[in-house]
């Protein structure tokens, strides 16, 4: 029902209790989506600015499933360490170079997958996703292209829609280093006003969040809220919170944010609209 409201993740994890219901059949879909946020795991994807996202999906009828998702993004600055910066022959390394943009605009995810199911009432889901970052290159400050491998189950439980998924990445953000994140959805209706409730709680780990030069640590992260379908248009309303991440929350740090706060973790509150073509008949 909810789905374009949180495509890019929660609703991975449902796919396979729609094939095993029989409720998917091959068909090709778009959405388009409003949001007053990119959050991604906690963490502002563009500073807290709104953002505009779309999506191209394709659902086979044997449970193979591929998605093209695409948003604006905003990286704020990034302090290059002093030996990565050029420096011509006999001068001296600059101890204290100056930030540079991380000139880049959009996102694209290019997911694959396979969702299947054990009983009607209990799926599994896997597959993989590459990011994919655009934007004008500045020396390979701006590579921050990965890809992530995931695993899950969806299962129902009365009336609600579970789903627990871990995800894998191998070099994250083509840093180096490996992380992982696990995380479990939930969507259940509510006895009036044809209102769902969500709840989502996740974990970061792994050597990207615990590499001491990173200067990070693992995290927890989590959200509730409320989805609503009007029509032809899905309205969501969710209170994100990725504090844990100390070192990226501003509320928190006595970093100053400078009213930008790329990769904040700040708890914000998200609100979104989106809508699914092609249209069919109005339920």
């Known amino acids: 029902m909810h789905r374009a409201i949180d495509s890019k993740l929660a609703g991975l994890g449902m796919a396979a209790l729609a094939l095993a219901s029989g409720a998917a059949q091959a068909e090709v879909t778009a959405t388009f989506t409003a949001a007053s946020n990119y959050d991604f795991r906690g963490i502002t994807q563009n500073a807290l600015d709104p953002a505009l996202q779309a999506s191209v999906d394709w659902v086979g009828e044997s449970g193979l499933y591929a998605s093209l998702w695409g948003s604006n993004i905003d990286f704020g600055q990034y302090t290059p360490d002093p030996t990565d910066v050029y420096t011509p022959p006999g001068q001296e390394p600059d101890p204290d170079p100056d930030p540079v943009n991380v000139d880049l605009d ?59 998924t871990v995800w894998y990445a191998w070099d994250f953000s083509n ?93 914000t509150v998200y609100f979104g609209v989106a809508t699914t073509f092609p249209w069919g008949k109005e339920e």
Not at 115 to 133: H, M, P
């Open 106 to 164: 959009i996102e694209v995810d290019l997911v694959l997958g396979y969702a299947g199911s054990f009983t009607e009432n209990f799926g599994y889901d896997v597959g993989a996703t590459y990011y994919k970052y655009l934007g004008n290159d500045d020396g390979g400050v701006n590579d921050f292209d990965y890809a992530e491998l995931y695993s899950g189950l969806g299962y129902k439980i009365l009336s609600a829609d579970v789903s627990h």
């Open 175 to 267: 840093s180096g280093d490996s992380a992982w994140y696990g995380e479990t959805n939930v969507e259940s209706p509510l006895p009036w006003w044809d209102v769902e409730v969500t709840a989502h709680a996740g974990y970061s780990g792994g050597n990207y969040w615990t590499n001491d030069d990173n200067g990070l640590d693992s995290y927890f992260d989590w959200s509730v809220g409320l989805t609503r379908s009007f029509g032809r248009f899905d309205f969501a309303v969710k209170y994100i919170d990725g504090s844990d991440l100390k070192e990226s929350d501003c509320s928190l740090s006595s970093v100053e944010c400078g009213g930008r706060p790329a990769f904040s973790s700040q708890s």
